[in-house]
């Protein structure tokens, strides 16, 4: 059974960093698509960062810069890093992922995480 476990969120001030986690089990990280996505109050959920199956790491256009992806295939783990943190990055952060396809608007992924909360304020 496919299961994603965000972690790693928090409260910090503008300008620090934090790193989240998406933990995966039930399935090989490196054969799916996996992506970050966020979703603030009010707002549409938007894409942050796809690694793809074929081994690409991307980050959507607007945030590149201050969003770092990896991914540890060893461990199953996918991992966002996000330098410096400003007030715009509030938002509950998911984890989600995919064994064919990928999109930057998050339809028809098949499995999502929980989601971890990052709240950026002074």
């Known amino acids: 059974q496919v299961h994603l476990v965000e972690s790693g969120g928090g409260s910090v001030q503008p300008g620090g960093s934090l790193r989240l986690s998406c933990a995966a089990s039930?399935?090989?990280?490196?054969?799916?698509?996996m992506g970050w996505f966020r979703q603030a109050p009010g707002k549409q959920r938007e894409g942050v960062a796809i690694?793809?199956?074929?081994?690409?790491?991307n980050i959507a256009h607007a945030l590149k810069g201050r969003f770092t992806l990896s991914k540890d295939t060893a461990n199953q783990t996918l991992y966002l890093h996000i330098a410096p943190l400003e007030l715009a990055d509030t938002a509950m952060y998911y984890c989600?992922?995919?064994?064919?396809?990928?999109?930057?608007?998050?339809?028809?992924?098949?499995?999502w995480g929980q989601g971890t909360q990052v709240t950026v304020s002074s």
């Open positions: 989600a992922a995919d064994p064919r396809g990928a999109n930057w608007i998050g339809v028809g992924w098949d499995h």
């Open positions: 039930g399935f090989r990280i490196s054969d799916y698509n």
């Open positions: 690694a793809d199956r074929f081994g690409s790491l």
